[in-house]
C-alpha cells in the first residue's frame, strides 16, 4: 500500500494553478488530509528507519519538516506556496544543514533525494579541504565507487574560483577542494512518490550515501 494517495499530486498541481492565500485557506482540510497527514507519518517512518543506522536520530517530524509556505521577503517570485514537501532526517534535522542526513523533496516536478553536508561553515571547510589535500584519495575512492556512481551520480556543490594559497597545489590531483558543498542529489518522477516501497527506496540511497556523510562529519571536525 503506498504511503501517499493520488490526491497528494492532485492537490499539489491544483495548489500549483491556485497559488494564492485565499485558494489555500478554503482547501486547508484537503491539505491537511492529502498532504500534511501522509507527509508527516512517512518523514515519523523515515526518522525510525534511519535511527536504526544512526542512533543519534532522535527527532520529531517537526523538527524535519519544512513548511510549505515560501519566504518570499527576497524573492520576485510572490506566489505564498511551494508545490512540494520537504524534510531533512539526520541527528539535528532541519535546523542544521551541516550535519550530514537524508533530505528528500516530493512535489509536482520531481521525487528528490539528497545527502552529504550541504552548508558547512568557514571552519568546517577549512577542515574538510584540510582531509582532501591530506587523504583526498579516500574521498575520491568513495564518490567513485560504482554502487555510489550508478545510484548517487556525481558530488555536487557550489565552488570557489580562488582558492587559499594552502590549497591550491592540491588542486590539480583533487578538484572537489575546490567545492564550497559536497552533496549527491537525484531527482525520479513525481509520481514515484506513489510507491509501495518509498521508505525503503529513500533509505537505499541514503545507506548508500552514509560512508561519504561519516567522512564528512569525521573531516570537517578536524
Partial sequence: MSYFPKDYLTFLRALGRNNKREWFHANKARYEQFIKGPFTD???????????????????????????????????DKT????????????????????????????????????????????????????????????????????????????AGDKNKVLPKTFKAAQEQFPLIANKQFYYWVEYPADTVLRDDLAAFVIKHYRTGKKLGDWLEQAARG
Fill in 42 to 76: 512517512f518523514v515519523d517512518e523515515m526518522i525510525h528507519r534511519v535511527a536504526a543506522i544512526d542512533p543519534r536520530v532522535q527527532i520529531d517530524p517537526k523538527d524535519a519538516m519544512f513548511r510549505i509556505f515560501r519566504d518570499i521577503r527576497f524573492s520576485k
Fill in 80 to 155: 505564498p506556496y511551494k508545490t512540494f514537501m520537504s524534510a531533512i532526517v539526520s541527528p539535528a534535522g532541519r535546523r542544521e544543514r551541516s550535519i550530514p542526513g537524508v533530505y528528500f523533496q516530493f512535489g509536482i516536478k520531481n521525487v528528490a533525494i539528497a545527502g552529504g553536508m550541504y552548508e558547512p561553515d568557514k571552519d568546517q571547510l577549512y577542515n574538510i579541504r584540510s582531509a582532501i589535500r591530506d587523504r583526498g584519495k579516500q574521498l575520491e575512492t568513495l564518490v567513485k565507487a560504482k554502487t555510489f556512481k550508478s545510484l548517487l551520480g556525481e558530488l
